[in-house]
């Protein structure tokens, strides 16, 4: 129970790599605050939480709205006086060629995935930065290191974001005794990825050295990790987790 006391908010909570992260951090004692446009989603992915006695609550927001961020972390500090753990984890894919991709698709891309991570952190900071305590990790992708094979310009960039923006958050948050860091996962078997189909989600396997897509317990694995006290001395830092497709 490594997390017993500690409020970790999570967004993109209904689906795939959010929920499974709502699931283990929950089972493992943490308080668990699920954020996602998805309503029905969500408050499924809330009763299966409280079908295992976890103590959670599902608050519906759009990450793109600045408004509904600060409410979300405003109802999290008012209900359970703390934030501990933020995983952001909202996210889109889109896997438009270049010439196709308009500058309203780019700005959404870039919303969700990487100006909401932004400004989720922000918000958690300031929290956080007074009770110098904290632990931040967003998911990043593969993709955010070699370029997008399997998904958009748009989206690749956003993650490279990702990257970068975890390492200028972690050198801000250091003299505050808080962990920034993300995740990096390959291909994994979400929601996400389902679309794709049979064939496309079979070729992108075989690239993988491991010849399958992850799980989302698998990346929840390491979010966890590094959401924990276990990684106290890691921060800036990007984990893969892959199957072995880049190694760098
Ligand atoms: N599945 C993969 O292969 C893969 C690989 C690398 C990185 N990722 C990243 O992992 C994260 C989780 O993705 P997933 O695979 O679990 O997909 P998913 O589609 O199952 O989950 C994404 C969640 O984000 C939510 N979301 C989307 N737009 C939102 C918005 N505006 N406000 C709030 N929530 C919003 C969705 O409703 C959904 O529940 C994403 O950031 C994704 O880019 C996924």
Same mark, same amino acid.
């Given at each position: 129970?490594? /997390?017993?006391?500690?409020v970790a908010?999570?967004? %993109?909570?209904?689906s795939?790599?959010?929920?499974?992260?709502?699931?283990?951090?929950?089972?493992?004692?943490?308080?668990?605050?699920?954020? $996602?446009?998805?309503?029905?989603?969500?408050?499924?992915?809330?009763?299966?939480?409280?079908?295992?006695?976890?103590?959670? !609550?599902?608050?519906?927001? &759009?990450?793109?709205?600045? $408004?509904?961020i600060?409410?979300?972390?405003?109802?999290?500090?008012?209900?359970?006086a703390?934030?501990d753990?933020?995983?952001?984890? #909202? %996210? +889109?894919?889109?896997?438009?060629?270049?010439?196709?991709?308009?500058? !309203?698709?780019? =700005?959404?891309?870039?919303?969700?995935?990487?100006?909401?991570? /932004?400004?989720?952190?922000?918000?958690?900071?300031?929290?956080?930065?007074?009770r110098?305590?904290?632990? +931040?990790?967003?998911?990043?992708?593969?993709?955010?290191?070699?370029?997008?094979?399997?998904? @958009?310009?748009?989206?690749?960039?956003?993650?490279?974001?990702?990257?970068?923006?975890?390492?200028?958050?972690?050198?801000y948050? #250091?003299?505050?005794?808080?962990?920034?860091?993300?995740?990096?996962?390959g291909?994994?078997?979400?929601?996400?990825? !389902?679309?794709?189909? &049979?064939?496309?989600?079979?070729?992108?396997?075989?690239?993988?050295?491991?010849?399958?897509?992850?799980?989302?317990?698998?990346?929840?694995?390491? +979010?966890?990790?590094?959401?924990?006290?276990?990684?106290?001395?890691?921060? @800036?830092?990007?984990? &893969?987790?892959?199957g072995?497709?880049?190694? =760098?």
């Open positions: 129970m490594e /997390f017993q006391g500690k908010v999570i967004t %993109g909570a209904a795939g790599i959010g929920r499974e992260t709502a699931l283990i951090l929950g089972q493992r004692g943490a308080t668990v605050v699920l954020a $996602d446009i998805q309503e029905e989603a969500g408050q499924k992915t809330l009763r299966e939480l409280q079908s295992q006695n976890i103590r959670a !609550e599902f608050i519906t927001n &759009d990450v793109t709205r600045l $408004d509904q600060h409410a979300l972390f405003a109802t999290a500090i008012a209900h359970y703390q934030v753990i933020l995983v952001n984890c #909202a %996210g +889109i894919a889109r896997r438009t060629p270049v010439p196709e991709i308009t500058p !309203e698709e780019w =700005d959404l891309v870039f919303s969700i995935n990487l100006k909401s991570a /932004f400004f989720c952190s922000q918000a958690a900071l300031n929290h956080m930065c007074a110098q305590y904290g632990k +931040i990790v967003s998911i990043a992708s593969a993709s955010g290191k070699s370029g997008g094979v399997a998904v @958009g310009a748009h989206y690749s960039a956003s993650k490279a974001g990702i990257i970068c923006m975890t390492k200028s958050l972690a050198l948050a #250091a003299p505050y005794r808080i962990n920034v860091n993300s995740v990096c996962p291909p994994i078997a979400t929601p996400m990825t !389902e679309v794709w189909g &049979d064939a496309v989600n079979t070729a992108f396997a075989e690239m993988v050295p491991f010849k399958r897509y992850g799980t989302p317990g698998e990346v929840a694995e390491a +979010i966890a990790f590094l959401a924990s006290d276990r990684s106290q001395y890691i921060t @800036g830092e990007t984990l &893969d987790v892959n072995g497709l880049i190694m =760098d």
